[in-house]
């Protein structure tokens, strides 16, 4: 989890820098912002990053996160402030 930058993305599992798409749960490491409380000190690069391929969300809004944790699986959800819905969810397990 990272927070200072000012917005919030989560990308695939990536391993050896590609992302890795396994349906049995966790099987690389899973990167998500969670800054978009304060959004508006930064926004999303224009540019392409090397990065970008990894995306699998990112949003320029603000909002805030929650994270719901036990013993086999963390899901973490990400909740926009002006309207208090939905806007992702992913789920980590073993």
Excluded at 21 to 45: D, E, F, K, M, R
Excluded at 63 to 82: E, H, I, K, P
Aim: proline share 4%; net charge negative; charged share 10%.
């Amino acid at each position: 989890l990272w927070g200072h930058v000012h917005n919030a993305m989560v990308t695939c599992p990536v391993y050896q820098g590609k992302c890795v798409n396994n349906t049995t749960g966790y099987n690389a490491p899973v990167h998500a912002v969670i800054g978009n409380g304060g959004q508006w000190s930064s926004l999303l690069p224009v540019q392409k990053q090397p990065w970008n391929e990894w995306l699998v969300y990112g949003k320029e809004d603000y909002g805030y996160s929650y994270m719901d944790v036990n013993s086999t699986a963390l899901q973490m959800s990400f909740f926009n402030d002006r309207t208090n819905k939905l806007d992702y969810t992913f789920t980590l397990t073993h």
